[in-house]
């Protein structure tokens, strides 16, 4: 079963043509990540603050890479203020051996050696105007830095974002480039995480999306979200199914839904929606959202989803009278 998972993985990964490496990306109209600094209350819509992405390279590519953030810095107008800027935040990135494969690494949570791998650079930041609005690059790295994944078909390298001193919110983006001063995409690229800490608008028109993919083995998924505020509502859409309504979390807290898996849905992508109280929506709201398997495994949510966005297929059959 899992070796068939990857084979399609492949394939799609392949075929699909992904020519966009952002996080957020643009499909899932998400302004920011979101890392706040271990000193906040968990509140303010973070977890764990601890943030974990992976970024994708196909073996067939050879040029080096590089992983941009933008607005790193915790300070200025994006970021979430708490009082005075005193936050630092550290992103460091890594690859080689075990950097995806640990299952630490892949853990909604950060304990154990979710840092595992070849550390390939780290940097720290406070309050600096010198980043705000402004991209950070490191690199450049070889491809073969990365961890060989040979049922993805490519390297991956991971990087952490960790809130370390302070009370403060970090926003912030990151992007996969072929460039150190432009982002320019690697074609046949992605990103994806296994949890999710992100900023919703505050414009109720606009709805947020999250692609998580279900391969052949899912045949039931829990989504669990913390810190929605009661901000409207979050339903799911498919191939197979219209719109179904989630359990949506309060203040501070963790809900769930749980789901079978249609026929239909398996290997293929579902459409997350969050969808915000349109008389009183909620600003800066900061939420956290994963979903797992029957086997309590994490599904990753790929920034471009797999096989593409899924729509609805209405797909009655009617019976002849005879």
């Keep these: 079963m899992l070796a068939r998972f990857f084979a399609l993985f492949t394939f799609l990964f392949i075929t699909v043509e992904l020519y966009t490496q952002s996080a957020p990306a643009e ?3 998400i302004p920011y990540l979101v890392t706040f600094s271990k000193q906040a209350e968990t509140s303010w819509g973070d977890d764990d603050f601890v943030q974990i992405f992976f970024f994708l390279v196909p073996e067939k590519f050879k040029q080096p890479i590089y992983i941009r953030v ?22 460091s990135v890594y690859g080689g051996r075990r950097c995806w494969s640990d299952d630490a690494a892949q853990s909604p949570d950060p304990v154990g050696n979710y840092k595992s791998g070849n550390l390939l650079d780290s940097k720290t ?8 609005k402004k991209w950070y690059t490191f690199g450049p790295y070889n491809p073969n830095e990365g961890e060989l994944v040979q049922k993805f078909g490519g390297y991956v390298f991971k990087i952490v974002a960790e809130g370390i001193s302070g009370d403060d919110g970090n ?13 320019k995409p690697i074609e046949g690229g992605n990103a994806f995480a296994y949890e999710y800490t992100f900023r919703m608008w505050d414009d109720p028109k606009q709805v947020s999306h999250i ?47 749980e789901f079978k898996i249609l026929a239909e849905e398996k290997n293929t992508s579902l459409d997350i929606q969050m969808i915000k109280n349109k008389t009183k929506p909620v600003k800066n709201n900061n939420v956290v959202v994963n979903v797992r398997n029957q086997y309590g495994e994490l599904l990753p949510f790929y920034t471009v989803p797999i096989g593409g966005v899924p729509k609805y297929k209405y797909s009655i059959g009617v019976k002849q009278k005879e």
């Design 27 to 29: 499909d899932e109209n």
């Design 211 to 257: 692609y998580p993919y279900v391969d052949d083995r899912t045949i039931s998924v829990k989504v669990s979200n913390f810190d929605w505020d009661d901000d409207g509502f979050i339903r799911i859409v498919s191939v197979a199914r219209k719109g179904q309504i989630l359990n949506a979390s309060g203040d501070d807290n963790w809900v769930s839904s």
């Design 70 to 91: 933008y607005d790193p810095d915790c300070g200025g107008d994006i970021d979430e203020l708490n009082g005075v800027f005193d936050s630092q935040t550290r992103f």
């Design 125 to 132: 930041f406070g309050e600096d105007p010198k980043w705000d």
């Design 171 to 183: 926003l912030y983006k990151f992007f996969l480039s072929t460039s150190a001063d432009e982002n």
